[in-house]
């Protein structure tokens, strides 16, 4: 009796374990479900800037490209084709043959995984050049409708997925996302002239402002912060506009000495000077570089807002696709301004920002400084060191060896390069750059 039961047993389990795998097998596999917004309003006669949210991703599902195109098949369009609104998610790429206005480019892609709220999203800044607001303007000269649309493909287990975005195209103003689209930062009168400026110590430091060139109306919020000697130096992410970061990538942006914080209302005329805060609230009495900041708050506005899932509203006021210009001053000696006037002679050449290279025959490339002694080429993988190497001038390149960087494959890194003196003392040195390793 006790054997037949067992048996009974094993018959009953390796049932329920068949039943099982063939439920696991027979499971739908999820998708990307939806954008939101599903529609906006853009500018007909230069660039403009949207935070969007693609909802409900598979955990193995990757965005894949980004473009647009001036009309999508006739079977996609809903009922009312004068409404122009697309079904949002569709199994084969929809737009029609011939349509495609341009592509958005690798080192643009500002999409980022994000979990807010629990749900599996990506949030994406769709950039749209104006040489595509102008190739959409022409034809809606030629009769034919003025939106237009941004399509972005998705790749995973359930097989591709197109994800359509319409763009009504219009005058910039009230009715379109608050978008920074262009930033200058200078100080007035003569001291603009100079990329550092050079102060005596205990000198004044003459007033600043910022000219914001800009998409929609609404307030914008920030605050002028001042990065002084021995601070650590901002990268790319820390200097990108608060709303063009997933909401619970926000907080993690670091902040230096405030200086001032502001809130001003941007009037839908896409231009305006922000003034700088008072001189004599920033110090000229500590030797060396020192950075002035400008960081923009994302702000509640109703028609760059974006819905993450399950009704949960982020406010994305303010959003802008590139990092924002920084002003630089340096106070000391003589012999320390020439060292900080070097500091605009290191730029980094290739690969370009956000490029995919290879593992074998990475070569990293820059122009430095004339007086430097020594360069410190170094690599980072979330803001954690991962190789380091001197090199001597006039080099401009140097190769990382393969077996440094093994298994990073398939990861963002960052680089970038110090030019030191014979004292081993930073001379100048070079922004941060992203590179994805293949």
């Known amino acids: ?81 004068q409404l122009q609104q697309p079904v949002a998610v569709q199994t084969s790429n929809p737009c029609a043959p011939g349509t495609v206005y341009g592509r958005l480019p690798a080192a643009l892609d500002r999409s980022r995984p994000s979990r807010s709220g629990g749900f599996a999203n990506l949030t994406d800044i769709m950039t ?24 972005r493909r998705f790749t995973g287990p359930a097989g591709d997925r197109w994800v359509v975005v319409t763009c009504r195209m219009g005058g910039g103003g009230a009715r379109t996302p608050l978008a920074l689209h262009e930033v200058r930062l200078g100080f007035d009168g003569e001291a603009g002239q100079a990329t550092v400026l050079t102060l005596a110590h205990g000198d004044a430091l003459p007033a600043w402002s910022a000219l914001l060139r800009y998409n929609g109306s609404g307030v914008l919020r920030g605050r002028w912060e001042l990065a002084r000697p021995g601070d650590p130096a901002p990268d790319d992410e820390d200097l990108l506009t608060a709303a063009t970061l997933p909401v619970e990538r926000r907080v993690l942006q670091r902040r230096w000495q405030l200086v001032e914080r502001f809130e001003v209302f941007l009037p839908p005329t896409g231009e305006l000077r922000l003034p700088g805060p008072d001189p004599s609230r920033v110090p ?23 819905n993450t899932g399950g009704g949960r509203i982020v406010a994305a006021g303010g959003v802008a696709a590139f990092p924002l210009p920084v002003l630089r001053y340096h106070v000391g000696a003589a012999g320390a301004r020439d060292a900080a006037a070097g500091d605009a002679s290191m730029s980094l050449l290739l690969p370009a920002p956000g490029a995919e290279a290879a ?17 410190r080429v170094e690599i980072e ?35 970038r390069v110090l030019a030191l003196d014979d004292e081993g003392r930073s001379r100048a040195i070079s922004e941060w750059r992203a590179l994805l390793l293949r």
């Open 1 to 81: 009796m006790p054997g037949s039961t067992t048996a009974w047993l094993k018959g009953i389990g390796r049932v329920v374990a068949a039943t099982v795998g063939l439920l696991a097998a027979t499971a739908p596999v999820q998708a990307v479900v939806g954008v939101n917004p599903f529609g906006v309003n853009v500018r007909a006669s230069g660039p403009s800037t949207v935070f969007l949210t693609f909802q409900g991703l598979d955990p193995g599902e990757q965005p894949a490209e980004a473009f647009w195109c001036g009309e999508l098949r006739p079977d996609l369009m809903t009922a009312n084709p």
């Open 128 to 151: 749209i050049p104006a040489s595509v607001a102008r190739r959409a303007f022409q034809d809606a000269q030629d009769g034919q409708h003025s939106a237009f649309f941004y399509v």
């Open 284 to 306: 000229t009495t500590l030797d060396g570089p020192h950075l002035l900041l400008l960081r923009i708050e994302a702000s509640d506005d109703k028609e760059a807002a974006s």
């Open 359 to 375: 593992l074998d025959g990475l070569e990293l490339a820059w122009v430095e400084p004339a007086a430097a002694a020594l360069l």
């Open 381 to 415: 993988v979330d803001r954690q060191p991962v190789w380091a190497a001197y090199v001597l001038p006039a080099a401009g390149r140097y190769q990382p060896p393969p077996w440094a960087l093994q298994g990073r494959q398939g990861q963002t890194l960052r680089w």
